[in-house]
């Protein structure tokens, strides 16, 4: 009973793949947290770099993920009109270094692989995401 318990506890800690989560074997309650949240494991996708008012540079990791709903067309009631809904899950701000060992801002930012292969093919899609 113990190493069922463990062998739980450790499926909950490790990332779900893109692939995994698409598979027929996936069963999302093997997965999930005490608080309904998981770990998972982006695919790779781009990298944006900006500036901050301050000076800062600041990366933004633009990653996908299954996971992540489509973007949905919404009625949105605060501006009296139909809008676009795009689901995404942020990460917090990361310190860290660029390649010349500057001091830098990182964030993650998970997507809907759709948005992203999207966004990489028609870039001015950006300033509807960022």
Same mark, same amino acid.
């Given at each position: 009973m113990m190493k069922m318990k463990m062998d739980e506890a450790l499926k909950k800690r490790k990332p779900v793949t893109n692939e995994l989560y698409l598979s027929k074997e996936f069963k999302?309650?093997?997965?999930l947290d005490k608080e309904g949240g998981m770990y998972i494991e982006p695919s790779k996708g781009m990298v944006l770099k900006m500036w901050t008012n301050q000076?800062?540079?600041v990366f933004i990791n633009l990653v996908s993920h299954s996971i992540i709903d489509e973007p949905e067309q919404k009625y949105l009631i605060d501006y009296e009109q139909e809008g676009i809904r795009i689901p995404m899950s942020v990460g917090r701000e990361k310190e860290d270094f660029d390649k010349s060992k500057e001091p830098c801002? !990182?964030?993650?930012? !998970?997507?809907?692989p759709n948005i992203l292969s999207n966004l990489k093919k028609d870039k001015?899609?950006?300033t509807m995401v960022c």
């Open positions: 999302l309650e093997e997965y000076g800062e540079k801002k !990182v964030i993650d930012c !998970v997507l809907n001015d899609q950006l």
